[in-house]
């Protein structure tokens, strides 16, 4: 009995697997062939569903108002952000320094400069005074 059950393990490798042998094991798996779904027959009567020309037109006059919305939304944002002399008064004229127009360029004034220039030297000398010691 035990022989018999050798013999038959011995004989079931040694039968070459055929079917194993031909499928590669990296390959996709081919595709099952796909069914064709039956036509659709509309008849002439039926509409396709589209919107109407009143629709069109809220959507037009939509899309319009909120273009127009999001321009004046800007614009009042560009006035109320503006610098002061920039903005126009009430008389049409530009606000700013001794009748100066848009555009011209105000003169410096001494006093500033002489700050800045107090300040360049003091941030000189301590740079100065900070530098590593060579030996």
């Given at each position: 009995?035990?022989?018999?059950?050798?013999?038959?393990?011995?004989?079931?490798?040694?039968?070459?697997?055929?079917?194993?042998?031909?499928?590669?094991?990296?390959?996709?798996?081919?595709?099952?062939?796909?069914?064709?779904?039956?036509?659709?027959v509309t008849s002439p009567g039926q509409g396709d569903g589209?919107?109407s020309g009143l629709q069109e037109g809220l959507l037009i006059?939509?899309?319009?108002?909120?273009?127009?919305?999001?321009?004046?939304?800007?614009?009042?944002?560009?006035?109320?952000?503006?610098?002061?002399?920039?903005?126009?008064?009430?008389?049409?004229?530009?606000?700013?320094?001794?009748?100066?127009?848009?555009?011209?360029?105000?003169?410096?004034?001494?006093?500033?400069?002489?700050?800045?220039?107090?300040?360049?030297?003091?941030?000189?000398?301590?740079?100065?005074?900070?530098?590593?010691?060579?030996?």
């Amino acid at each position: 009995m035990r022989s018999a059950l050798i013999a038959v393990l011995v004989a079931a490798l040694l039968v070459p697997a055929g079917a194993f042998a031909q499928s590669a094991p990296f390959q996709p798996l081919p595709q099952a062939p796909l069914e064709e779904p039956p036509p659709v027959v509309t008849s002439p009567g039926q509409g396709d569903g589209g919107i109407s020309g009143l629709q069109e037109g809220l959507l037009i006059f939509a899309g319009i108002a909120l273009v127009l919305g999001i321009g004046v939304a800007i614009a009042r944002d560009a006035r109320r952000n503006a610098p002061a002399e920039a903005r126009p008064t009430s008389g049409g004229s530009v606000a700013g320094a001794a009748g100066e127009g848009v555009g011209e360029r105000r003169k410096p004034d001494p006093r500033a400069a002489q700050k800045q220039k107090a300040a360049a030297k003091r941030a000189r000398q301590a740079r100065k005074r900070n530098r590593p010691v060579r030996k």
